[in-house]
């Protein structure tokens, strides 16, 4: 049976509204057989060179990260090494991610509060994560789920929270709002690699203007309104 014929089937079985368990495992079947190796795309060795990074992705393109991020580690390899930098070296090197004075001042104190209060080792619980300048929720989810395996939430991105939405998996208007739904209707086991597909099929397929639903393996069990091509 073609692929789509077969979720077209697992969609009509489904009777119980869009969250319903059955339309959830097919969506998750779909993703795991389109994105089987899907990964964090921002280079990083360890958890510091993790958080750092994903600091500095906010609104900006992870391969404009990954681009700048070889530098600033060969200059500043930890934490420790970290504190010892200037505003001015840091805005220097980060320049061109955006926002890079706000991004300096977050990097920086996150050095010193990792170098004072954890003994200069990235903490690995949420709670202590979210007390680090910069790591608000979603950068301590992406440390968590990468570096250390831990599924403590659900990564909301752009791409996360714009498909989530269109497959009606969640229907809140805020990342912290969609990320408890995703967390109710995903098992957990889900978490952390649901994120990473869904981004890459974000970048690939489900774009957030004109979406290539032709070449779409959800197409068949996506209704969102502003879809482009029907099979």
Sequence with gaps: MPKKAAVRNASAKTTRGPRAPERVGAILKVLDETYPAAECALDHRTPWELLVATIL????ADVRVNMVTPALFQRFPTPAAMTKATLPELESLIRTTGFYRNKAKSILGAAKKITEDFNGQVPETLAELITIPGAARKTANVVLGVSFGK???VVVDTHVFRIARR????????PEKVEQELMQVLPRDHWIRFSHQIIHHGRK???ARNPKCRECALEALCRS?????QG
């Design 151 to 153: 599924a403590e939430g």
């Design 57 to 60: 992705s906010a609104q900006c």
């Design 205 to 207: 397929v489900c774009i």
């Design 225 to 229: 309104k502003d879809k482009t091509w």
């Design 167 to 174: 497959l009606e998996l969640a229907k809140a208007d805020t």
